[in-house]
Structure formats: C-alpha cells, structure tokens
C-alpha cells in the first residue's frame, strides 16, 4: 500500500504555509462541485431513461446531431422546468420554503447530534414521537392561537425529547449504540403511531381507517397571505439560529462539540459523557419532534400511518451541510427546492419526478466522497484531518 | 551490501520532510540515525523502504540505482524493516508469523510449515536470537516479539535491517541482548540501520552516526570522535544542557495516600495487584518501570478514569476513592495524561479550547451557559505566552502543532491552576530535547512550590533525573523503593526486570508458566508521536 499522506513527522520542519482558500469557500466548493456533477450525471439519466432520446442514440451514427440536439432539448428544458418550479415566481418560491421547513428542522437535529458524536438515525421515530404529542394538545384543548399554538410546538419539541433521549439513555448507561436502538426506535414509533390511531383517543370520529382527528384552527401556523408558506419556515430558520448558538457559544455546546470530537479527552477534563449523550439525544430529538410538528400544524393538520421520510432525508442533510446550521439550512434550501421544482418538471418536460431521488442520492455521494469530488475538478487536498472528519468518523 | 541514499528530497505539500540527504550504509556496518522527532528519520527509512516515493534522489544498493515502488520492491532487494509498532499477528504461531507472505508450499498449494520452521530455527540458531518457534505471539514478552520481526526480514533473506527506534519498549536487559543481536547480524556481514533519539544508545551500539535536523543532514561521525553533549547539539541545533539541576526535596505533609489499591484492565484482568505509597508535599514520587505493568491502570485509578476494585486513595486527608475526575480537580489534582493526543487534547478544536477544556464552565470563561470569548482569547494569548507554546495563533488546531508544542498546551492548562497534587504520565514521550528540558522545569518548579508530583516514565533518564523517590512497579506491584541518593540506573534495571534488590527471584519465572495468558502485560499504548504509516 503506497500512502502519501505525510506522517506527522514533518510537521515541525516548515511551518504551514498560508491557506490559500478560506475554510468558507472550501466548504462550499465541494458541495457546490457536487450538486454540479449530480446535476450533469442526472441529466445522463434522463437522456437514457427517455425513450425517443435512447432511439436517437441508437441511431447515433446516422444522425449524431439529431441525437444531441435532442438530449440537450431534454436536459435544458427539465432543469429549465426545474428552476421555474423552484424559484421561478412567488408561488414557486413559496412551495420550496414550504418543502424546506421540516428538512431544515430534521437536518438539525441529525447535525446536532452528530456534533455530539451521536449518529441519529432516528429523527423519523423522534418526528413521530412529536406528532403524537403535538397533535394531541392540537386538537384536544381549546384556547387562542397565541397560547395553543406555541403549547402544541412545545408539546411536539418535547414528545420528540423524550423519544430520542431513550436512545441517549440507553447509550450512557449501557453503551448501547444509537444506530441500532435509534433504528428500532424507528419502527417501535411507527407501531405506536398505527396503534393510536385506531384508538378513539386519536382517530377521527366516523372513519375506520386509521386517520387522526383534524388540529383545531387556533393551533395551526399561519400562513402568509395566499401562499402556502407558513410561520414554520420562520420557526425553523430560527431554531437554526438557536442550534447555533447554543453549539458554539454556550458551554453547553462546547462540551458536546468536546464529547464529539474526542470522549476520552473530555472525561479527562472532568465532562460528564454519559450526561452530554443523553442531553444530545434529548435535544436532537426535540428538534425532530419539532419537523413532525411543523408539517402537522403547517401543512397536513392530521396524520396518517407510516414515515414522513423527512428523518432519512435529514441524515443527507446533516452531511451535505457539514453538520453546521448555516450548511443544513442551505442543504434543505436545496432538497426543498428540488421537490418543489419536480412537479413543474414533470409537467413541463415529462421527465418524472423519481429523477430527483436520483439526483439528490448522487449530491450525497459526491459530497460522501470528497476524494472523488477532487479528483474530477483536480483540486488539491488540504488538511487530511479537516476534510476528512466527517465522513470518516460517521462509520464510528 | 552497501546502500547508498543520494540527494534525497521528499516533499509534502507544503512540507519538507527530507531535503537533499546523503547517507552511505556499508556492508556490515551499524549506522545510526539520530534525530529529534520530527527530523525527518522516519520518512527517510520509508523513503528507502519503498512506502514513499522520493520527490528527487536516487537509491543505490550495491552501487546500482533502484526504484522501489512498494515495500514488497525493497524486500526483494534484501531491505528488512523492523518497525516501532509489531506487525505481528498475536494469534498465530511464531513460524506462522514469520512465514506469512511468503510461505512455502508443498504440492497443491499446501503449506509446507516444517520447511518454514526448519529454515527459522536455522536462522535463529546461526544469529542468537533464541525464541520458541511454536509459541503464541500474544504469549511472548516484547523483546522476544521483536526478535520475531528482525527472524522475519532475516528469513526474507535481508542484508540490510532497519530498526526504527528499536529499543522504545524494551528493558534495560531486553536492551543489552538486542546489542548482542545487533553485533552477530553486523559479523554475519549483515548493514543495520539504528534509528534513535537516545544519545545514550546510539553511542553505545553504531558504527557511524548520521544526524538529522529539520529534514537535512548536519553532520555525520563516529562514537569514537564524538560525545553526546555534542550529539545531542547537534540533533538540537543550539547548545543544550541534559541535566535538570534538582535542589534537595523539602518533602511536607502527605498530601496523597494510596493503600493497597487493586485495578482491572480492559479485559478484566487484574493489572494492580495491591499497590500502597504516599507521597508527600514538596516531593516527587518517580513511577518507573517497563510499560504495560500496570502504571497505566494504577494512574487511572487513582485520578478517577478507572473503577478501583479494592483499595482506597485519600486526598488531603478526604477519602477519594472513586471520585469523578472532576471533584479530583476541584480538590487540586492536575493531571497529564499518558496519552496526549488520545487523553489529552482534543485535537480537533483549537488552542484556545484545549486551554479550557476543565475550567470552561468557570468565571471568566462563562457566565451562565454563556461563553465568554473575550475571556477565552485573552485567556490563551496569556497562556500561551507564558508557556512558550509555539504557534502562529491561538486559533491553530492542536492537530497541526508539533509533540512538544501540544504537551505544553496540556501543561499550560494544567499547571495554571494552584495545584497540591500534580500527576504526569510519560511527560516527555517522544518530544523533542528543548521540550523535555522545558517540561522537566516546569515540573520541578510546581515541587518547589509545595505540589505533591507523581510522574510515571518508562525512561531512566527522566526517572533518575526527576525523582527524589523512585518506586518501580513490575507485574502490577511496587517491588522496590529507592531514595534518589541510592538509586542508580543498574539497581533501577534489575527492579525494571522484576529482579528484587538482592537480585534473587525473577518474579514472573514461576508464574508465566501457569498463568502465561493472563498475567501477561498487556502491549505497550502506541505513542502516538511517530508511525503514522499503516
């Protein structure tokens, strides 16, 4: 094995020279040259998936112009439905804030957690851990908007709490690792969330299908104007600037950053681990638990058995934003605005909307392997140790 | 077989690790590398093993230019490598060990072991290095196990052993038959490469001396026209004092009583074995011994990293048995652990939280759960300042700073507190002679102040230099105690060896045999300083 990652040896003789590129701008690029890539490879995609195109291609040696004339209209026009879909007027823009909102709350409770060194596969059973919660309160008691919805997202924050610090409690105390009690807990949720709502506790009067009551008007986000975008988008971009906060300027946050990055280093010091994961995990829950809220109280007002998705999508997240706030608001920005623009696509082009399922994963195998990234776009590696950290420590 | 390394250069990005180096090994001839680490030695040997490639230069065997384009190129040029860390598999047999890779076979394809164990107890046998072909890797002490890795580049047929800082984890006496070895492979004609940073050794054992510094070569001698103030100048690139000039202890009350106190390793496994010593205000208690016969779990448990099965530890008079680590520190305990990369620091953070990593959620760090940055920034230049921690800023990882530079931040964090009960473990391990001078001060000095000092080593030198008492443990007792007036490095050996004062019993001879699996220590922590290849 030839490895030419220098030893740590040589690091006395010279001292660094001078970074070239600042931490932001290497944190976007690769990212950035990512979504690039995915965008030219999904475009591959759909030249190959559509029929006509693959015939024009099969025929390529006695009309190549025909054939690439004919991917390009395709691709173009996709992407051009794409964007208008995304960003193109008001309402467009209003639907891609819409989708954002729960990726933006889910992506931070897995980017949370991770900064604690907890890998939170669990924010779809914390989602519904807070939907339980939330929407019981939403429907059950009868007070003034002002009161009964911050007592309903409270209530959401808090049900995803106490689902995700199981899985916090059992690791401190038993070492339990969180994939796997996290994971379970996925599926434990799901089975409560059917079981409930068979009960007449949650399940709308008259119906047999497993269908939860309606959320009463005075606890649901309001909208703005005639657009479907609602107060969610606002809770979730400042919950962003909370999770902020609260990991880089509290002690808090400096001790789950220190647990994060080296356990045995912060037992040293006299942290408490046991206590930061299950404080991890109670709060990365929370957060979750306030995705499922905001959907509930924002956009569907009842629920309806299975996973959202969102808790899956948010690990993608928390890793395509390099588990920095600011870095998984703007990844959700972007998932949202890719399902908010697949619609249009798929009306527009007739491309359908699974392309963008493909596109997404290839964003996050780019981003998954940096090597990869460089390799294309020959840019060189900085320190092993900043570059890699992220996806080398998610296997632990 | 005579190597010859010509103008080599290897660059990193952004590092010069080797720049236009010469070095000429001839046939049969000791040649040591000495450097400080950091200076380059190690990626020179890999240079020559075939792990890197050298950005300019040639290498020479027997006069002609190769290129190695991987270790397998090197050893088919009779280049062996005996690495710092084992490559052993602990769970195979000596000769499997050895033949692995390279294993003879009889008609289809079966392994032919008899051959391979005739040829290894030849090889053995004609070398002197005495070891049992059928025993377990796991079961054999560390001076054996390297006799294992120098028979497998021996039966690779090498002519030229590189021995990458060989005598790290061995024994005095492990230490002085490792000589012997090093003179019969050098009579059978065999070149050796000795890398080191002991002036001690490499005076002792080479042939010529080859010095590294910061990547280049400056100077290269014999022991017969050097001595080691003048090595160790060398190495250092100023003049250096290897002495720490220690007044006579004022020991005061006792301020750390520790009684009978037994631990459990990892794996259940009883590695302090009633262990009971106080230390006094004013003194400090040198812990020696070979690594991995429990100084390691007894520090563990005394600073609260560890559960303690029996036995109690009182501090300032209070029963502390079992306290969380931080109530120790509350109490006055600062500590430097064994291991400061993995223990120590986080490396991933910068400078300035690796200065508070105990005390950030104390004024003027925070207020509430607020921190307050000013505070930490000011903090640190402060610190940094005072402890000579060298770095651009104090916004630099810990990750990017040098061995030395990093213990400083540890002690810089630790010291800054009015401590009564200082304990460091292996606080010079593989840092750099200026830093070793640096930190034995400021670990005096903290005596001088009336601290309590626990400091565990498993190098002599830094035992016989520090300690004003000196226990050493083996197999998870103190099986002597010395005052610094009597202790010597030969009666310091023999207890190292588990041979008692009057040099009687070796403790382990009736036990191994009978227990062998589980009384055996376990393998030395890596030192995380060097060896970074894998």
Known sequence: ???????????????????????????????????????????IVMIFTDPEVARAWASVGRNPGNAISMSWDLVSSAYGALFEGAFGNPTALSETLLASTPLILAGLSVALAFRAGLFNIGAEGQIIGGMLTSSWVAFTLDLPLVIHLPIALIAGFLGGAFWGSIAGFLKARTG?????????LNFIALNLLTFFLKTPIYQRPGRTDPLSKEVAESARLPSFGDYRVNWGIVLALLTAFVVWYLLFRTTIGFRFRAVGANPKAAAYAGMSVAGTYILAMALAGGLSGLAGTANLLGVVYSMSPG???YGFDAIALALLGRTHPLGVVLAALLFGALRAGALQMQGTAGVGTDIIVVIQALIIMFVAAPALVREIYRIRARSAIETDAITKSWAS | MKIELKGITKRFPGVIANKDVDLIVNGGEVHALLGENGAGKSTLMNVLYGLYEPTEGEVLVNGEPVTFKSPGDAIDSAIGMVHQHFMLVPVFTVTENVMLGVEPTQNFGLLDKRKARARLVELSERFGLKVDPDAMVEDLPVGVEQRVEILKALYRKADCLILDEPTAVLTPAEIDDLFEVIETLKAAGVSIIFISHKLKEVMAVADRITVLRRGEVVGSTTPNETNEQQLAEMMVGRSVQLTVDVEQAQPGEKILEVTDLEVLDDRMHRTVKGVSFEVRSGEILAIAGVQGNGQTELIEGITGMRAVETGTVTLDGKDVTGSSSKRLFEMGMAHVPEDRQEDGLVTSFPIKDNLILNTYQNAPYSKGIVM??????????????????????IEVNAAALSGGNQQKVIV?????????????SQPTRGLDVGSIQYIHGQIVAKRNEGAAVIIVSSELDEILALGDRIAVMYDGKIIGVLDRSEATRERCGMLMAGLSGEGVVRQSATETSAVAEDERPPPPASSAEEETTS
């Open chain 1, 1 to 43: 094995m030839k490895t030419e990652t220098p030893p740590a040896e040589p690091q006395e003789i010279e001292p660094p020279r001078p970074r070239s590129r600042s931490i932001a701008v290497e944190a976007l690029l690769i990212p950035l040259l990512a979504l690039f890539s995915a965008l030219v490879v999904g475009g």
């Open chain 1, 176 to 184: 339990a690792h969180e994939v796997i009690t996290t994971i379970m």
């Open chain 1, 307 to 309: 996973f959202l998705g």
């Open chain 2, 372 to 393: 307050n940055r000013d505070a930490i920034d000011a903090g640190a230049d402060k610190l940094v300042k005072e402890y000579d921690v060298r770095t651009p800023s």
């Open chain 2, 412 to 424: 810089a964090r630790e010291f800054s507190h009015s401590n009564n009960l200082l304990i460091a």
